[in-house]
């Protein structure tokens, strides 16, 4: 009698995705384009490890209750607590205040790479994302946050969003605090109650958002929010603000013109020259109204950001399965946080970045009809008849790849329709065969695969792209490069 085997059950975590050629390669392919904006821009990478001392995460820090609140952690040998890295941010703090003497300040730099969070996963919302963030760290000048703003349109056109698809939405905390402060608004939660009431002006437009400010708002299902419980005076002083009287969607100018009647404090003031100082960088550096404007409805970081913010939104109309316009929303966003290097100097730092989810750019260049057309490109297979013969096969394709053309040897044991199946499935644009005859004769047998593809889906005309372009073609082993690069350059 044998003890049963156990066998476990072949499953991925919960919030952890598998990604497979094709969305890898749309990834791969938005780091790289955004990162050669980023560098062109004069930032300089930087990677740092995956975890971090858990007191470096602020907030998130693990205590003896809850030691993975937020984050991912676990305890080192000396009992210290470690927990994956939240986002991109927390780590370049860290690196700042450890590193500050010897950096060229402002210090400039991008990253990318996966950041975790312990969250309840759910659709479109996993524990493990890729993020791309950029920040300046060590100026306070506005024009710091314009350089942001201006870097952040270009690296997302430059991802494949047209111009006009999105826009980078931008606003002042400090002067919707002047105006909070003006209302006679100084308690901290109620504070906090109206900007989450502004962050929904999107989904609830004007009159849900007036009624959040006050009472409170009845939903059609029946269920009631209770409002931030602002007086009559208030809600009027702050809806005066947001209302599209205020400027949004209109020109910057116009916004800081109607703005400014409603500010009066300190504070609101500073927030106006910030924003005044912003224009003038983003309109010298070619950035107008459409691309970038001013909406005091965008809050983000409630307890994070501490003078300009900005969030990118696709603009671009998003049809549903039902053929319905839905909001995609935002696809990034960032603002200027001067108190987070500080956590670990106790002397204020200014600091402004932006920052995208790659999986949620790639998500909204699909909506936006700018996804890459078709499978995730296979390589060339050269199909095998003879094990003897093997160092023809992989001379074929060596052949191929000094070209700088993908290939491999098919090292299954399949006959050579499995293998031609095989070579489909990989989406390869050519099969190389090459026989016995062939191999005396110093020719190989090239198979379009392409072609037979394009056939089957009647994309083109078939007696006309048969007589242009051949499905089989035996060439002489010195044209085989030529003869596969047409294949390849055809597809594109």
Excluded at 172 to 195: C, P
Excluded at 414 to 435: C, H
Aim: charged share 25%; aromatic share 8%.
């Amino acid at each position: 009698m044998t003890e049963e085997t156990f066998r476990p059950e072949a499953r991925a975590p919960r919030g952890f995705a598998d990604k497979r050629a094709a969305q890898l390669r749309a990834e791969r392919r938005i780091v790289e384009q955004v990162s050669a904006v980023y560098e062109r821009w004069g930032f300089e990478p930087l990677d740092t490890g995956a975890f971090e001392y858990a007191d470096a995460l602020g907030k998130f820090l693990p205590d003896s209750d809850r030691p993975n609140e937020g984050v991912f952690a676990l305890q080192d040998d000396d009992e210290q607590w470690m927990a994956l890295r939240y986002d991109l941010t927390a780590p370049l703090a860290r690196f700042a205040a450890q590193n500050w003497e010897t950096l060229a300040k402002p210090y400039r730099r991008y990253a990318f790479g996966p950041v975790w969070r312990n969250e309840k996963p759910g659709p479109g919302r996993f524990r493990e994302f890729i993020q791309c963030d950029a920040d300046t760290v060590g100026s306070a000048r506005p024009e710091a946050d314009a350089e942001i703003i201006a870097m952040a349109v270009e690296g997302l056109e430059a991802a494949g969003l047209s111009q006009g698809a999105a826009v980078v939405k931008i606003n002042s905390r400090k002067i919707l605090d002047s105006v909070l402060a003006g209302a006679g608004v100084t308690d901290e939660k109620q504070k906090l109650a109206v900007l989450r009431s502004i962050d929904k002006m999107d989904r609830l437009g004007w009159l849900g958002v007036e009624d959040l400010l006050g009472k409170g708002r009845m939903d059609e299902s029946g269920a009631f929010t209770k409002g931030a419980e602002l007086s009559p005076a208030a809600v009027k002083a702050v809806m005066s603000l947001v209302m599209p009287g205020a400027g949004n969607g209109r020109t910057r100018a116009k916004f800081l013109s109607d703005v400014s009647g409603v500010t009066g404090s300190i504070g609101g003031d500073d927030g106006l020259e910030e924003l005044s100082r912003i224009d003038a960088a983003l309109t010298a550096m070619g950035i107008d109204d459409s691309r970038a404007f001013f909406d005091v409805s965008v809050v983000r970081g409630l307890e994070y950001y501490t003078g300009a913010v900005f969030e990118a939104e696709l603009v671009h109309e998003v049809l549903d399965d039902k053929g319905k316009p839905v909001r995609f929303g935002s696809i990034g966003g960032g603002g200027r946080y001067d108190d987070l290097v500080a956590r670990f100097t106790g002397q204020p730092v200014p600091a402004t970045g932006f920052s995208f989810g790659v999986s949620r750019l790639a998500a909204a260049l699909k909506a936006a009809g700018r996804e890459e057309a078709g499978a995730a490109r296979g390589p060339v297979v050269v199909i095998v008849f003879d094990a003897g013969q093997m160092g023809e096969y992989f001379g074929v394709a060596a052949q191929l790849r000094a070209a700088g053309i993908a290939a491999e040897v098919y090292l299954g044991s399949s006959g050579m329709k499995a293998q031609m199946k095989y070579a489909d499935r990989r989406n390869a644009p050519a099969a190389i065969i090459l026989g016995g005859d062939e191999i005396a004769a110093g020719t190989v047998t090239i198979k379009d695969l392409d072609l037979g593809r394009a056939l089957a889906a009647n994309i083109a005309d078939n007696d006309a792209y048969k007589s242009e372009r051949p499905g089989q073609q035996t060439v002489a082993r010195g044209q085989l490069v030529a003869a596969v690069q047409a294949i390849v350059d055809a597809a594109r």
